[in-house]
């Protein structure tokens, strides 16, 4: 399949080689009460991208390709969490801090769950990472390497942060990634717009990007 409108030049892949990748689309940074709004942030900046991704979700889903999704996630005990990461942000509300949706980026606690709109389905991977990225210290590679996996498309938040953090990991590990324009947000308008242009820049340095239409336009053409 090729997507021909993507930037900057046209992406091709092979269904069978290639994973939707869904990045921390959690109640924490999308929700009001979780970890993104005590950092001062507008959530609703977030939340605006839900229809569009979910739209992207169903379409992959149908056409039968495979799904990973990631929660920024740590253990009860935070003996994942360095105090070089917890201890910035905000001091009164870190992470493992009891907040309105439970314990601050804490895996199993409410604000730690995928939105509804998004939610998992049997047979799709979830991955719990403690760091921004989705490789790092959680087998992620490992797991698409047996299956065969050689492209990614992203989407998720925020896009400078889990998401370009990600997008690089894969690239160094020799995935072409595409990442999804409208499925991805930043709280920071700016920031979402750099990202896409550093992906993108010097021959696809980092990989591509692309509407999620111009996908949902291959995916139906199957080609
Ligand atoms: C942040 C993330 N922004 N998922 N996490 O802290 O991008």
New binding site residues.
């Given amino acids: 399949m090729r997507i021909e409108t993507a930037n900057p030049f046209p992406y091709d892949f092979e269904l069978k080689n290639t994973a939707l990748v869904l990045?921390?689309m959690q109640r924490d940074?999308i929700e009001p009460g979780g970890f993104g709004e005590t950092l001062g942030n507008d959530v609703s900046l977030l939340e605006a991208i839900v229809p569009a991704t979910k739209a992207a979700l169903q379409a992959w889903r149908e056409a039968g390709g495979l799904v990973v999704h990631t929660r920024?996630a740590h253990k009860a005990d935070l003996s994942d969490c360095p105090p070089a990461k917890r201890n910035r942000g905000n001091p009164s509300l870190r992470i493992g801090d009891e907040g309105p949706m439970g314990r601050i980026l804490v895996a199993g606690e409410p604000g730690n769950q995928i939105i509804d709109a998004l939610a998992p389905v049997d047979g799709e991977i979830v991955i719990d990472k403690p760091g921004?990225g989705a490789f790092y210290a959680t087998g992620l590679h490992e797991l698409l390497q047996r299956r065969g996996i050689t492209h990614l498309l992203f989407g998720g938040?925020?896009t400078e942060?889990?998401?370009q953090t990600s997008m690089r990991e894969a690239n160094d590990r020799g995935y072409d990634s595409l990442l999804l324009e409208d499925c991805t947000e930043s709280y920071f308008p700016a920031f979402k717009a750099a990202t896409l242009d550093m992906v993108r820049a010097q021959g696809a340095i980092v990989g591509w990007t692309a509407p999620s239409a111009a996908l949902m336009a291959a995916l139906r053409q199957g080609q």
């Fill in positions: 990045i921390d940074f920024e921004k938040v925020t942060v889990c998401v």
